[in-house]
């Protein structure tokens, strides 16, 4: 249970959160229920669903899942339909859902850039678009989860580069778009995160040690420093805050420390 915010500073409201069931945003959407958000998670496996919906509802909270691939547009419209249906609405939507590999730009095929661009960045515009009209009814808000990986350059990390530049556009233009609706967006650009899929998949354990040195905050960041910065964002305290990605990575990217 988070202990750094007041209790249910998200009583009440909707969040529908694309790659909710793990990782990451699986922590951000657990951080949410726990505030008292009701919660939809969608991802592409029914068992990711399984366990986060068990986890939240034994925790006293609510969880509606549905299997989405964020890259298919009817299939999203009809997710967002079906949570405004079980909820009446939705206040909150996270972007998070995310693909992932490392691979050499001369190894990777133009399938292989292609289905991250998709996942990524026409995954968060295809959730973005088909959730206006109710965001609109809300005043409601958008978080995108990106990353850092662009700011320099990180080798055999091209696809991702590309992809989540292409989401803090989508965060910029919707915000200035959005805002006259009362529709904030903003993301989170989290560092390296321990005990993600994406870190036992992208960081050999030899380098981790060698990266940790490297990161100004000298540790790792941990999913509860994404879950903060989440909860703040999506919290009244953040209200004024349109058009923002929030760098939470203990200051590694100034360092220019590059995983390649
Ligand atoms: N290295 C190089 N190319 C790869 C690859 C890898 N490790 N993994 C997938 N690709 C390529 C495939 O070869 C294919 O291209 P091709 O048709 O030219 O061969 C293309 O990407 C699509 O692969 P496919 O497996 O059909 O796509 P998918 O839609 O089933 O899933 C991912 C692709 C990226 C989403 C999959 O690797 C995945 O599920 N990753 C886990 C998600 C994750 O890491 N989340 C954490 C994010 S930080």
New binding site residues.
């Given amino acids: 249970m988070n202990k750094v915010f007041a209790d249910n500073i998200l009583q009440g409201k909707v969040a529908f959160v694309t790659?909710g069931g793990?990782?990451?945003t699986g922590g951000v959407a657990r951080a949410f229920a726990e505030a008292g958000a009701r919660l939809a998670i969608t991802s592409?496996k029914q068992e990711n669903l399984d366990a986060m919906k068990s986890a939240v509802e034994s925790n006293g909270g609510e969880c509606f899942s549905v299997v989405a691939?964020v890259?298919d547009y009817a299939v999203v419209e009809s997710a967002i339909g079906a949570t405004v249906e079980h909820y009446g609405g939705i206040d909150i939507v996270v972007n998070g859902a995310?693909?992932?590999?490392?691979?050499k730009a001369n190894?990777?095929?133009?399938?292989?850039?292609?289905?991250?661009v998709d996942?990524d960045t026409k995954g968060t515009f295809n959730v973005c678009r088909a959730a206006f009209e109710e965001l609109k009814k809300s005043r409601g808000q958008i978080l995108n989860i990106s990353?850092t990986l662009h700011y320099l350059a990180t080798p055999m990390q091209i696809h991702?580069s590309a992809a989540k530049a292409g989401v803090d556009a989508i965060t910029r233009n919707l915000s200035v778009e959005w805002g006259r609706y009362g529709i904030r967006v903003n993301g989170i650009a989290p560092g390296p995160i321990e005990d993600?899929?994406?870190m036992k998949?992208?960081l050999p354990p030899e380098l981790k040690e060698k990266l940790t040195k490297r990161i100004p905050l000298q540790r790792f960041g941990r999913i509860s420093d994404i879950e903060n910065a989440a909860l703040f964002l999506a919290s009244d305290a953040a209200n004024y805050i349109n058009g923002v990605t929030l760098v939470v990575d203990g200051g590694q990217w100034l360092l220019g420390t590059s995983l390649g």
């Fill in positions: 790659g793990t990782g990451i592409r691939d890259r995310a693909g992932n590999f490392l691979c190894e990777l095929s133009a399938n292989g850039f292609g289905t991250v996942i990353a991702v993600t899929e994406g998949r992208l």
